[in-house]
């Protein structure tokens, strides 16, 4: 084991992990819908609003201090990302950044053009790439997933991705099951028709590096809430295509970049923890300069989840009564564990796991519902999804283990 992964340095950061549920305290394996809240965050939150808010383009210091802020944090997420800070945009979300994105670059597609999607993806990066499909006359083709070894078959590209295609839109790594998918295999694909390739990178990137330049993605977005920060989207869009892009937005407002994709005012105080949220991370690697204490955080943190996700798996596939839904061993895969108990509904085992034990464990489709579908679960609820994080420790996963023993038994 990574000895330089200190964990108990770690939970000390972290408000929430001090909470117990009746008289027992909580394991909180939740993180794939939200992780918990780094205490920088919450202290810069807090501080922002405490010393005076205020909007943009003002001559009084709130106003610049504000700016300051929002620059800064701009400039550490392109770090993060891999792209650069005028590439930045913020929003209230994910799922409304890509609705306003999908809008936008949908003004220039005609009858007969074709997107491609994703059945492994959450339909955060599906579902307003096919409304924007269906206003426009345009054609739908889907990348599938194969039920069986829970990845996407990217062997038939060029059956799906043709010279009509505009857009192909997939994830990095399934939120429902983990599974990483080969993003610059597809993006090779896509660009030699010149199409744009538009990434969900929100449950990837709190547990592995993702750069935008290196997988040749054009739209890159993820969430702050997913990796220690406050409740905000993010969108890295290249420069070029930024550029060209049409966002509805006000008259008065902005036409420069990023800001013209970041309708209203926008959430400071958020920005000003999601900063912070950053500075955690580059604190847990090493290196000269932010790009490398970010990538040397982020291989730590890979190393250490998998660490404990191959104790989780390993027990889980060799208990009776329980399924697990998961790519092969071979296959790069999220800390993120899918599994059904016998006999039990989903909700039922979340209900018992939080009531008897203190773990905190979600039940449902997660929104990946092509996936459930296909898996044919969603008329029975389907499935526990238990997730790890860097505050995540083995007393925990041995609490757990034998948490699913005692329901079986």
Not at 73 to 101: C, H, K, S, W, Y
Not at 296 to 316: F, N, S, W
Not at 393 to 404: L, R
């Amino acid at each position: 084991m990574d000895h330089e992964f200190d964990v108990s340095r770690i939970r000390a950061q972290f408000p929430a992990l001090h909470r117990t549920y009746k008289g027992k305290p909580v394991a909180y394996f939740d993180g794939p819908g939200g992780s918990q809240v780094v205490g920088t965050c919450i202290d810069a939150m807090v501080g922002y609003m405490s010393r005076g808010v205020a909007n943009l383009h003002g001559v009084f210091p709130t106003s610049i201090e504000t700016e300051a802020i929002i620059a800064a944090t701009r400039a550490g997420v392109a770090t993060f990302l891999g792209a650069e800070p005028d590439e930045i945009a913020f929003g209230a979300n994910m799922t409304t950044l890509n609705f306003a994105i999908a809008r936008a670059l949908s003004r220039t597609w005609q009858t007969g053009d074709e997107i491609v999607v994703s059945e492994l993806d959450h339909r955060a990066n599906v579902d307003p790439w096919i409304v924007a499909a269906k206003d426009r006359g345009v054609v739908v083709k889907w990348l599938e997933v194969d039920p069986e070894r829970l990845t996407l078959d990217l062997e038939h590209l060029d059956e799906v991705i043709s010279p009509r295609t505009r857009v192909v839109t997939l994830g990095r790594a399934s939120n429902a099951v983990g599974t990483v998918t080969d993003v610059r295999r597809v993006a090779d694909v896509a660009h030699q028709v010149g199409a744009v390739v538009a990434v969900d990178a929100v449950h990837a990137a709190p547990h592995i590096a993702v750069n935008r330049e290196q997988l040749d993605a054009d739209i890159l977005l993820c969430s702050a809430y997913k990796f220690f920060g406050p409740h905000m989207g993010i969108a890295a869009i290249r420069h070029d295509l930024f550029e060209q892009l049409m966002p509805y937005k006000l008259e008065p407002a902005p036409s420069y970049l990023p800001d013209k994709l970041e309708t209203g005012t926008q959430n400071h105080e958020g920005i000003a923890g999601l900063h912070a949220a950053l500075g955690f991370i580059a604190d847990l690697g090493s290196g000269d300069r932010l790009s490398a204490q970010l990538f040397d955080a982020m291989q730590k943190i890979e190393t250490y989840e998998e660490y404990l996700a191959r104790k989780v798996r390993q027990a889980l596939r060799t208990t009776p009564g329980v399924t697990l839904y998961e790519a092969s061993d071979e296959q790069h895969k999220t800390p993120t564990i899918a599994f059904r108990i016998e006999g039990l509904t989903p909700r039922a085992v979340c209900e018992k796991l939080a009531e008897e034990h203190g773990i905190f464990v979600a039940d449902g489709d997660f929104y990946a519902t092509t996936l459930v579908n296909k898996l044919g679960l969603s008329a029975s609820g389907g499935f526990v999804r238990a997730g790890l994080a860097p505050y995540n420790t083995e007393a925990e996963v041995d609490v757990f283990v034998e948490a699913i023993h005692r329901l079986l038994r």
